[in-house]
């Protein structure tokens, strides 16, 4: 194995997460917009409307996976334990990254083709789609099998999908 290939496979591995970071944690300002109520009766309170279990998931993932990040790249930072160990956990990085990327990728077009909300959960060797629709025609599936499979690379007996809120 060539000496500079790891510290670049590390180096680009960096420099993603450092863009993901950023993009992800690079908001505009907030603004407020006000809407007048008037008429509510005294001691009821206003509450926001219940997350979906689609959200909810889609939430506790990326929660998930931002700590698992964090602890991949501390382990990397640290450089602690030998060469194989440090490309393994280099390897996972990639792994986790390509993985949200496909997830990402497939609920975008899925979502423009219309079936939102939607959930992709893509794993080594399997991806399952969950829409929350009852039913879907021959077509609505086929085209959602297709869509997975060019957005992973996966064959179509790997790609799985659910109706329903199944979460």
Known sequence: MKKWLVPAVILLLGIF???????NNLTPAESTLRIPVTNVPAGVTLSPAPISSVQ?????REQTRDEDLKTLQGILDSGAGN???LADVAAQLSQITRQREEELAIEGVLIGSGFSPCLAVVAP????VIVTRE?????????IMTLCEKNTQEALDNIKIMTGDML
């Open 56 to 60: 909810a998931y889609r939430e506790k």
């Open 17 to 23: 997460l450092g863009a993901g970071y950023l993009l």
């Open 135 to 143: 039913t879907l025609t021959r077509g609505e599936a086929a085209l």
């Open 83 to 85: 060469a194989a160990f």
């Open 125 to 128: 060797g399997s991806v399952t």
